[in-house]
């Protein structure tokens, strides 16, 4: 295991680097976020029940959304490394094959990390109030849902590494139905009743809940149980789906 966690620190380093010396990439990895916040908050506040409240529910769903984004396409980046032939090479190695997936995975969190940081930073001269501590539960917890989503990309990788396409055929039909079955974008409360089951199967939508009572300073309540269960849950079957894979 100590050997896991040091390779795994290693392969994390890695896939770090790019990122560090191109920092300006992770903030022009912001102007979707943005542009919906200039755009589409707004117009949320006529919604009945938001008025000035919006920002404190609609800020939250779009850091969720930052995740899904961002994690979700990271195979991508392996895809890439397999036809170049950099991941060949990596597999000759004496690094744990687990760690090749761990740290590659763990590696999201960063990012992620510094772009919520930057949309709660523009969001509060808007009207954003956020209570600091749940604030950074929930970008804890954004992390660990992070990884266990990047891990399933990782593995989407893996399985279709001979129709690259494929990947991309995947990860959009799954990722945007998650997104909407999420409330993220609009409130769900009035969506018809085959729509709440397909909500209560979604595990997005308990991370999304979460962040909102997280965010609000609730930290004590059983959204915010749910949503670390959920997130829990995604980290430890996305890792265990990817590290069978990679291996």
């Known amino acids: 295991m100590t050997g896991i966690v040091r390779d795994s620190g290693i392969v994390m380093a890695r896939e770090l680097r790019p990122t560090l010396r191109d920092p300006v990439s992770v903030v022009f990895s912001l102007a979707q976020p943005l542009i919906l916040l200039a755009l589409f908050g707004p117009l949320l506040k006529s919604v009945p029940g938001m008025g000035e409240g919006v920002w404190n529910w609609f800020i939250p769903g779009v850091l969720v959304m930052i995740a899904i984004f961002g994690t979700s396409m990271t195979g991508s980046n392996l895809l890439m490394e397999m036809q170049q032939g950099s991941h060949e ?7 744990h094959r687990s760690s ?3 740290g590659r995975a763990a590696k999201e969190m960063v990012p992620l990390a510094a772009q919520a940081v930057l949309i709660i930073l523009v ?7 956020v209570d600091p501590l749940g604030a950074v539960v929930g970008i804890v917890l954004l992390g660990v849902f992070g990884v266990g989503l990047g891990a399933l990309s990782y593995a989407l990788a893996l399985a279709v590494r001979n129709q690259d396409w494929m990947f991309w055929v995947v990860q959009q ?3 945007f139905p998650m997104l909407i079955l999420s409330g993220t974008m609009l409130p769900l409360d009035d969506a018809p009743g085959w729509m709440r089951a397909l ?3 979604n595990p997005l939508g308990y991370v999304v809940d979460a962040e909102r009572a997280l965010f609000a300073g609730d930290l004590a309540s059983g959204t915010v149980l749910s949503g670390v269960v ?3 849950t995604v980290a430890v079957v996305g890792l265990g789906v990817g590290v069978r ?3």
């Open 100 to 102: 090749l997936l761990i």
């Open 123 to 129: 969001a509060l001269p808007l009207g954003l109030d």
């Open 245 to 247: 894979s990679v291996r």
């Open 173 to 175: 039909t799954l990722m």
């Open 199 to 201: 909500v209560a199967i």
């Open 230 to 232: 959920a997130a829990v």
């Open 89 to 95: 090479r990596m597999l000759v190695t004496p690094l």
